[in-house]
């Protein structure tokens, strides 16, 4: 990929992965990404990996001759998926080690990217205040380059509402289909956004991005904690006491969240900014069917 987001042979990889909408696996009963009219447009976008039950007819046998490889050629008008990717951009997410702001954009280009790579269309956004930065809508893999430069120039700063934000994106994001929203829900609360598209039929993975530093806190005696979106200051001394206290709130935090999502229709998956990219992409989000 374009850029330092997703480096090199993983693209290949990625490749091999598809975003899976619950609805169309309902709708049409297999595991099918798109539901389209093959062959009815004549401009011709981008090649993707066969996968089984692909019409034969949009096979390229040249391709398959020279490489042994099965590619199917794409059009302008086939009705595809549309996939959402969202980041959270409040300054809490520029924290940790490694880096959730950092780690957030390399998701996001991995999921964009498997989108592109396909039969998806893709778009994106960056959470900001009660408002939202857009990319796109793009398909193909031409379209990877801008994706990763849009990822690249996103600024972590302030105070994100993602209530307003994800209705402000409602307003301009056009046809509903699988989203992505990745934040580390430090903001009081995203319920409201979530129903929000939900109740316009968007398919909703939440992935609940924390640091290490957030999971499992090192004890270091007295020390003062500083929102990084409002500078307060809160002293503290964390103790082991304060510690077990602490990792209590988190899990019933995580089990909250997660029970609110699955009742309202969303999926939940908690994950750290030190997984390996490849565990959760290849291992996780398989589990969850929100890849395939």
Not at 116 to 121: H, N, T
Not at 264 to 284: K, M, N, P, Q, T
Request: overall charge neutral.
């Amino acid at each position: 990929m374009a850029g330092t987001l997703v480096e090199g042979r993983f693209l290949e990889r990625l490749e091999r992965l598809a975003i899976v909408s619950r609805n169309r696996l309902m709708g049409h009963g297999k595991g099918d990404r798109r539901s389209i009219r093959r062959g009815t447009s004549i401009e011709f976008v981008d090649y993707r990996h066969y996968t089984p039950g692909d019409d034969p007819r949009q096979v390229d046998w040249n391709i398959f001759g020279r490489s042994g490889s099965l590619f199917v050629k794409m059009f302008e008008e086939e009705e595809v998926l549309t996939a959402h990717v969202l980041v959270d951009g409040s300054a809490s997410m520029d924290w940790g080690t490694p880096n959730k702001a950092s780690y957030g954009r390399q998701l996001a280009a991995a999921l964009g990217y498997i989108g592109l790579s396909g039969s998806s269309r893709v778009m994106g956004g960056v959470l900001t205040g009660d408002s939202v930065n857009t990319f796109g809508p793009a398909w193909g893999r031409r379209h990877t380059a801008s994706l990763v430069q849009f990822l690249d120039s996103a600024r972590f700063r302030g105070s994100t509402d993602l209530n307003n934000s994800l209705r402000s994106y409602l307003q301009r994001s056009g046809d509903p289909g699988v989203t992505f929203l990745i934040s580390d829900l430090l903001p009081p609360s995203f319920e409201i956004g979530l129903r929000a598209l939900l109740d316009r039929r968007y398919e909703v993975v939440v992935l609940h991005l924390l640091s290490p530093q957030e999971l499992r806190p090192p004890m270091t005696g007295d020390l003062n904690l500083i929102d990084r979106e409002t500078g307060e200051e809160i002293p503290i001394t964390l103790n082991q006491e304060a510690l077990d206290r602490y990792l209590k709130r988190l899990e019933e935090w995580s089990r909250e969240t997660e029970r609110m999502c699955i009742h309202l229709g969303a999926v939940y998956e908690r994950i750290s900014s030190a997984d390996r990219l490849e565990h959760v992409l290849f291992d996780r989000l398989r589990r969850r069917g929100a890849l395939r």
